[in-house]
């Protein structure tokens, strides 16, 4: 197992399932401060860059930051080391920290923020609530000898291949017979120059995101032992899957609001939230939305929740869903601090899967602002 790792390579194992198309248009998502050539032995996960999470990676030896929330949210004209924000900036580039933010890219995505907060509330057939991204999906056909149909089986579904729902590494196999003639000057796996050959072979077929699509490749002729190994990719035309914003889901157990409300507290770690609508509302249904969801009140209405949990919650919005009989909880825009553990047990999966033993750890202090009284 390799202890170091670029940090480019780490940003390409992470985007493997947070990839920067996921981000709404005109996010701030990739690199803050620093660089991703350098080499990584510690990685610490963070939901914002205050200076108190630098100095927790100054004091633990941290190489990289990977933030939800962007460090640099608006252009700096200029960078004055006597500011609060050019103090950390100047911390971070002396002890080289490099500093990467995943913002609505991480809220998109499968397993990412809203994932983490559906299955901490325990919804039950969840879906996306508002739809950003529609994943365009291909066929790819690969021909393999039988001795490394599992290995290749197993290789694409690594890279991405094979995601239909819930599942992953979905394939189906056909025997057949492959045929060909080594040309002079090749060195084929099996057979003999200039001789025709007859090989027992699979054909495999599997779902491929168009975006992730080189990325299968590479893994496939990586593990294919042929020079030139034989494969199709078609485009499909069928109904494509969608990321988005957002999950809503079915809610375990006979709950009115105010038990809803008492059962949201415990299972998102919040002392306070703020609540709008009737206490004797049953909650069948709920949505959750991290971050500010003062726009997609309405649309989880639609949608046929009886309820939407998420933070930032303006006056006239709640006005508006009183009005309209849509129940919100607001239980702050910190709840998604869920992702810090969340992502730093994926990120630590994906690299040992690959081959890397790379410290990767949450971020221990609270960023919460507020103070309830």
């Known amino acids: 197992m390799k202890n170091t790792i670029a940090a480019n390579t780490l940003i390409q194992y992470f985007e493997s ?56 949210f608006h252009p700096l004209k200029q960078i004055d080391v006597d500011t609060p924000m050019g103090r950390m900036i100047k911390k971070a580039i002396e002890h080289e920290i490099t500093i990467y933010a995943a913002h609505t890219n991480l809220d998109v995505a499968e397993g990412g923020v809203n994932d983490l907060l559906a299955e901490r509330l325990q919804f039950k057939d969840s879906n996306v609530l508002a739809p950003t991204y529609t994943e365009t999906l291909q066929k790819l056909v690969a021909f393999v000898p039988a001795s490394h149909a599992k290995q290749i089986r197993e290789a694409l579904g690594a890279a991405g291949a094979g995601h239909i729902g819930h599942y992953s590494h979905c394939s189906f196999s ?91 507290k415990q299972a998102l770690g919040v002392k306070t939230v703020r609540v709008v609508g009737e206490l004797d509302t049953k909650i069948r249904k709920a949505a959750v939305l991290g971050g500010d969801g003062n726009k997609y ?13 998420t933070g930032d919650l303006y006056y006239h919005v709640a006005q508006d869903a009183l009005m309209a009989g849509m129940c919100v909880i607001d239980a702050g825009h910190h709840i998604e601090a869920i992702m810090k553990e969340g992502v730093a ?26 103070q309830f009284l």
């Not at 620093?34 to 108190?52: F, I, R, T, W, Y």
């Not at 025997?175 to 040309?183: K, L, N, T, V």
């Not at 009140?297 to 949990?309: E, S, T």
């Open 174 to 264: 056909a025997e057949g017979i492959g045929r060909f003639r080594p040309q002079e000057g090749t060195n084929p796996y099996i057979g003999t120059a200039g001789k025709e050959e007859e090989v027992g072979e699979v054909r495999i077929e599997t779902i491929v995101p168009a975006n992730r699509s080189g990325k299968v490749i590479a893994a496939l002729l990586k593990a294919h032992p042929y020079e030139e190994p034989a494969y199709d990719l078609y485009p499909l035309d069928q109904p494509q899957f969608q990321r988005g914003l957002g999950r809503i889901g079915k809610v375990e157990g006979d709950h009115t609001l105010a038990s809803y409300v008492e059962f949201v």
């Open 297 to 309: 009140v309405m649309q989880a209405k639609r949608a046929g929740a009886d309820v939407l949990i």
């Open 17 to 72: 399932f947070a990839p920067k198309s996921y981000a709404l248009e005109g996010d701030k998502n990739g690199l803050m401060v620093g660089s991703l050539k350098k080499k990584v032995k510690k990685a610490m996960v963070a939901l914002d860059v205050l200076e108190k999470t630098i100095d927790e990676a100054i004091e633990k030896d941290v190489d990289f930051i990977l933030a939800h929330h962007p460090l640099l």
């Open 345 to 370: 047990e994926k990120v630590t999966a994906l690299l040992s899967e690959n081959g890397y033993k790379i410290d990767v750890f949450a971020s221990t202090p609270s960023t919460e602002p507020f």
